[in-house]
């Protein structure tokens, strides 16, 4: 006489070990989501510090406009050919914070200067196309920028910072 084991034939007990054991899986699994799920930054945080592509393909030769990244205003100016000219002409042993203008724009794009619009003396806004060098005015002290950014005139200690950005195409930047 012989007798059937359970591991040659699955009994219907096997079946409910088995199915208990994937449903408290997927229940362990779903009831620790939402608990890992809430480490991560929210929406704004992660908006705040991300980067954003700005596509510059509408901004028209000699036109500047503003974005936003991390709250700061960004200044893109799309340079005429008579600014990039003005900007390397300068004698840069001659201002306040030395810094050529091939420095401050992209090898290849010197038509496109990218700045954070923020006056380094007092935090004002400066204006875009104001004051006697074709750049940059602060009306809060009077500091004067070049159309490279660079601080020529007023109390401003140093140029308007360059953003950490990149070209991903010719006609898009990506800032941050």
Request: charged share 20%; aromatic share 8%.
């Amino acid at each position: 006489m012989t007798t059937a084991s359970s591991a040659d034939h699955p009994t219907r007990r096997d079946f409910l070990f088995v199915a208990t054991g994937a449903f408290a899986a997927v229940g362990g699994a779903a009831a620790l989501w939402p608990f890992i799920s809430q480490m991560n930054p929210d929406a704004s945080t992660i908006a705040a510090g991300a980067p954003i592509e700005v596509d510059l393909s509408p901004v028209a030769e000699g036109q500047d406009i503003k974005v936003f990244w991390r709250g700061k205003p960004i200044y893109i100016s799309h340079r005429t050919k008579k600014q990039i000219d003005e900007a390397r002409a300068v004698n840069v042993a001659s201002l306040p914070d030395p810094q050529s203008d091939e420095a401050r724009v992209k090898s290849g794009h010197e038509q496109w200067l990218v700045v954070i619009g923020i006056c380094t003396h007092l935090g004002c806004i400066p204006i875009a196309h104001e004051g006697n060098y074709d750049g940059f005015f602060c009306p809060c002290h009077g500091s004067q920028y070049d159309s490279s950014g660079r601080i020529r005139q007023g109390p401003a200690p140093a140029n308007l910072p360059v953003p950490p950005y990149q070209f991903v195409s010719d006609t898009k930047i990506q800032i941050g």
